[in-house]
């Protein structure tokens, strides 16, 4: 697609509930970042992909959260046993390759509320 | 004290206006982003810098790497320039690589 692409956009759940967020990087584009921004909060980082690999992900703030890549392409970040606390909308983005001097190019980001 | 530090935190200007909005790191980086953000809307990188100065179009971005300093500018300011502006620094190096650390952003509202 022409942009990075994050579904669904809005996400509503009950505390407990297990969540999956996906995102559809840009074609071509080897790096993939999940970040989070809180309400009231700036945006902090989750976890970085190149390829299929994680090098870095000292951003989950905790073992209920987890994220995969396949193929190189899509990624979805799971959450289980959803806390209010992660309320938040999750932010995806990508680049040619972590190495580049290409910019990021965020997608529209999924709006989680857990009830 | 937070690694990437932005000011002001809100700014008011009027239209037509100078604008200029700091960040200051304490990190060492290999290069920095400016973003925008619209209320309810998605995040756009304006520019990514590594050394010198870019120009696109009224926004000027500036950064002293041995200062660990960068500026946003914006010329001949106007109301549709309202939005949150981000500074982020990537990181250096090892497994860290790519990661951006966020700034708490800068409210800018630009008033005709």
């Known amino acids: 697609g022409a942009g990075v692409s994050q579904s669904p956009s809005n996400k509503v759940t009950e505390k407990g509930k297990d969540v999956e967020l996906r995102c559809d990087p840009i074609?071509?584009?080897?790096?993939l970042y999940w970040y989070r921004q809180s309400l009231g909060q700036g945006l902090e980082f989750l976890i970085y992909?190149?390829?299929?690999?994680?090098?870095?992900k000292s951003g989950l703030p905790s073992d209920r959260f987890s994220a995969e890549r396949t193929g190189g392409s899509v990624s979805t970040l799971t959450i289980q046993r959803t806390q209010q606390e992660d309320s938040a909308v999750y932010l995806c983005a990508s680049s040619s390759s972590v190495w580049s001097t290409d910019t990021q190019y965020f997608g529209p980001g999924t709006r989680l509320t857990v009830l | 004290k937070n690694e990437v530090e932005q000011s002001p935190q809100n700014l008011t200007a009027q239209e037509g206006e100078f604008i200029t909005i700091n960040c200051s790191y304490s990190?060492?980086?290999?290069?920095l982003h400016w973003l925008q953000q619209h209320p309810g809307g998605g995040i756009v990188s304006l520019f990514m810098?590594?050394?010198g100065k870019k120009k696109h179009g009224r926004l000027i971005a500036t950064i002293n790497i041995q200062e660990k300093h960068s500026s946003l500018h914006i010329t001949a300011s106007h109301p549709r320039d309202s939005a949150v502006y981000i500074c982020?620094?990537?990181?250096?190096?090892?497994?860290?690589?790519?990661?951006?650390?966020f700034g708490q952003g800068t409210i800018l509202t630009v008033h005709p």
């Open positions: 990190v060492g980086i290999s290069a």
């Open positions: 992909f190149q390829g299929n690999s994680a090098p870095d």
């Open positions: 982020a620094v990537r990181n250096a190096g090892g497994t860290s690589y790519g990661k951006l650390t």
């Open positions: 810098l590594s050394s």
């Open positions: 074609s071509g584009h080897t790096a």
